[in-house]
């Protein structure tokens, strides 16, 4: 994503949103790949999803509850703001393969969700489910669909929230009878 700004900063010597929005198509694709990678890690998507379960399991019940709620959220703010926004033929051009792509972490994540015997990892990786879901929405390239990725991303935000607080009540209940 660094890389992707500095060329940015390049070519059109400003990263002010209200300038940057006539590159070309063949410059749009690149950065979009740029972008996209960078923002694939942080929503995740399959192959970049190894780091969101292993972040719930490990981490305390306040760091999993801020990760669920908001860190997640940042790439769906950035596939918005950035991906469609400033890069729009690049997004029409890579839809297909984002779609794809999203489509995989879903139906892996579905399948892995299943198998998990910890908890916490199974939220996370129904969290990484949903917001498969999300990226679905935002490339489907319709108002409805991008309407409707907000209000997923928004209500993932606050149902993995209270699952995860529903699992901290659970620890110390198993703790306090142990």
Not at 7 to 16: A, E, L, Q
Not at 61 to 80: N, V
Not at 86 to 100: E, G, K, M, N, R
Request: charged share 10%.
């Amino acid at each position: 994503m660094l890389l992707s700004i500095l060329f940015i900063f390049s070519y059109v010597g400003s990263t002010d949103f209200q300038l940057i929005y006539n590159i070309n198509l063949e410059y749009q694709k690149i950065l979009f790949l740029g972008f996209f990678i960078a923002f694939a890690v942080k929503t995740p998507l399959y192959p970049f999803i190894i780091w969101l379960p292993k972040a719930h399991a490990d981490s305390p019940l306040a760091g999993s509850i801020i990760l669920a709620a908001t860190i997640l959220k940042l790439a769906t703010y950035a596939y918005l703001r950035i991906a469609i926004t400033i890069l729009p033929d690049a997004s029409l051009y890579f839809s297909p393969l984002v779609q794809t792509i999203a489509v995989i972490s879903l139906i892996y994540s579905s399948l892995a969700t299943i198998v998990q015997q910890d908890t916490k990892r199974l939220i996370a990786y129904s969290s990484i489910g949903h917001m498969a879901i999300v990226v679905l929405g935002i490339f489907s390239n319709t108002v409805i669909g991008i309407e409707g990725a907000i209000l997923l991303s928004i209500g993932h935000g606050l149902v993995s929230s209270a699952l995860f607080i529903c699992v901290g009540v659970l620890y110390m209940i198993e703790l306090t009878l142990d």
